[in-house]
């Protein structure tokens, strides 16, 4: 504890007596102050003992004590010792009165006690706590480790909660609650996640305190990691401010978890290296050879269906003129700390984590064009987490525009495979590709391969080059309609919605079966295309639906 006003009190050498505020000697003492001036004010920090003889005060006007004591009241001065027997032989009442009225506390200091002798006192006391402070910090951060070798994170934050007298908090790479001390504490670490979110927006190392004295209590957040993403973060709450102590302590939590996350980081940069042999050989049909190096890592992955999802990060390139008309290029994808798909494995991984899930999570590029590969059990908690977040940034899309959006973000696509095991892993990564290439087409982030076939395959005729090739082939016979000798665009798309059959399409367009014949010869002969051949006819009325799109 800081030295007290109380503790100098009954501090035997100083033989200090009080004369007012008896009921305010709990408060701490910064440091012990001398001063003469009639207005010391502005040399206070607050928190002192200020020592006075009244050389230069007339201490038996009561106006101009009442009007002293209150201005240190305000500067925050804790008490005031008065020295007798230099300039006066007894406190004077007037300083007495004032003293009382402000409730500072008025302590008389004996002639024989020099105002160094209480100086001193002070100086020890603090020092005296300072020790005590940093050798329970020692001895807390003894403690923080051995729990953190023994038991992990769970017990570095339970001997972490014992040492602040409050509760202790971490919280993985996607803002989600790792492990709580003591347990009750899991509720309202759950409430901080926002909290949480903010600050893993902050470069690291960066903190912020939450709530405060109006608030069931006060809590410190601190990221932890030394890349750009912080890795995870810390939350410590406690009823009040920490003190020196504690403060050591949670410094040393702090160096335990980021000492635990880059250890972490290295293991998972080798995970990752044996997930992406593992996927080479599962892709070329090795599934045995894949087990066998897997082991227990992923060995659990392999022996239920599972998912293929590739996601694409494409830097957004974004063009400005300046005053000189020189073009400006900006890629927003060339992040320090991977853009989108960085965090897409971020929350996977998460997931998977809390899940208890094996996940294979690979990162491929060249530079240009980032991926991501994840093998993940079907319908787990991995596959979810890729919808969760392609769902999140597909409506940031749709709510902020473009404008808002693009500039600084890169393109995230990602496509979903139908289960497979591994005998067919090749083949669903083929149909995690082909979902991507269709979300590309379609302006979407994220498309599952059952999605294609229990949809329809018009909306795929949007594509440019589709509807190039259906102006180039249906032109001629557009070309003979404009000039008004024949209506063989309308009469081709009826025939073809009736099969051929020349009743039904003759019967639609109001007109005899042999004009519809004729006009099918005259079909074939613009085309120099038989309409026999059912190659043709698909060709004709996908070339119609693509038209017709527009």
């Known amino acids: ?33 001398v001063s003469e001036l009639a207005d010391p004010v502005p040399y206070m920090e607050g928190g002192e003992l200020l020592l006075i003889t009244a050389l230069k005060l007339d201490a038996e006007d009561p106006e101009a004590m ?25 406190v004077p009442k007037a300083l007495v009165d004032a003293a009382e009225e402000e409730g500072l506390p008025l302590l008389e200091v004996p002639r024989r006690t020099p105002f160094l002798a209480i100086s001193k006192a002070v100086s020890a006391a603090i020092a005296a706590d300072q020790y005590r402070a940093v050798t329970a910090g020692f001895a807390a951060q003894r403690e923080l480790t051995r729990q953190a070798l023994a038991e992990g994170p769970e017990g570095l934050l339970a001997a972490l909660a014992s040492q602040v007298d409050g509760w202790a ?60 993403r912080p890795r995870a973060a810390l939350a410590v709450g406690t009823a009040a401010t920490l003190g020196t ?22 293991l998972h940069a080798a995970e990752q290296r044996i997930g992406a042999a593992v996927l080479r050989m599962l892709l070329a049909g090795e599934p045995d050879h894949a087990r066998a190096v897997a082991g227990d890592l992923y060995g659990g992955l392999l022996d239920a269906p599972f998912r293929m999802v590739v996601a694409e990060s494409v830097p957004v390139v974004r063009m400005s ?24 494995a971020e929350a996977v991984e998460a997931a998977a984590a809390r899940a208890g899930e094996a996940v294979l999570v690979v990162p491929e590029g060249d530079g240009e064009r980032e991926r991501l590969v994840v093998v993940a059990a079907d319908e787990g908690a991995a596959v979810g987490a890729c919808a969760d977040y392609a769902a999140a940034v597909e409506a940031a899309r749709a709510g902020a525009g473009r404008e808002q959006t693009g500039g600084d973000e890169d393109e995230l696509v990602v496509g ?3 289960p497979v095991g591994p005998i067919a892993a090749a083949a669903g990564y083929k149909q995690a590709e082909q979902a991507l290439s269709v979300a590309r087409r379609r302006g979407r982030v994220f498309v599952e391969h059952e999605q294609l076939a229990a949809g329809s395959v018009v909306p795929l005729l949007a594509d440019d080059a589709v509807k190039a090739f259906a102006d180039g082939l249906l032109r001629p ?34 007109v005899h079966r042999h004009t519809l014949r004729y006009r099918m010869r005259r079909v074939e002969e613009i085309l120099g295309r038989s309409l026999d051949d059912p190659d043709v006819r698909m060709e004709l009325w996908l070339a119609l639906k693509a038209t017709s799109a527009d």
């Open 1 to 33: 504890m800081p030295p007290t006003l109380a503790s100098l009190v009954h501090h035997s050498a100083l033989k200090l007596t009080v004369r007012a505020g008896e009921d305010r000697l709990d408060v701490p003492v910064r440091w012990a102050h």
């Open 477 to 510: 016979l557009y070309e003979h309609d404009a000039t008004g000798r024949g209506d063989l665009v309308a009469s081709l798309r009826a025939w073809l919605s009736r099969h051929g059959q020349w009743d039904a399409a003759a019967a639609d367009l109001g």
């Open 416 to 418: 979903a495979s139908a």
């Open 245 to 266: 102590a504690e403060r050591y302590a949670v410094h040393s939590a702090i160096a335990l978890l980021t000492l635990t996350t880059e250890r972490s980081r290295s």
């Open 169 to 228: 908090a971490l919280y993985d790479a996607s803002g989600a609650v790792v492990a709580t001390a003591p347990e009750w504490a899991g509720r309202r670490a759950a409430r901080l996640t926002a909290d949480v979110e903010r600050l893993r927006e902050r470069p690291a190392p960066a903190s912020s305190v939450v709530g405060g004295p109006e608030n069931e209590d006060r809590v410190e957040l601190h990221s932890i990691g030394t890349g750009r």
């Open 66 to 90: 009442r009007r002293y004591v209150k201005r240190l009241v305000g500067a925050g001065v804790v008490g005031l010792g008065f020295a007798v027997g230099v300039n006066y032989d007894d």
């Open 321 to 344: 003129v300046d005053s000189h008309a020189h073009l400006e290029v900006g890629r927003s994808g060339d992040k320090a700390d991977g853009g989108r798909l960085a965090v897409l």
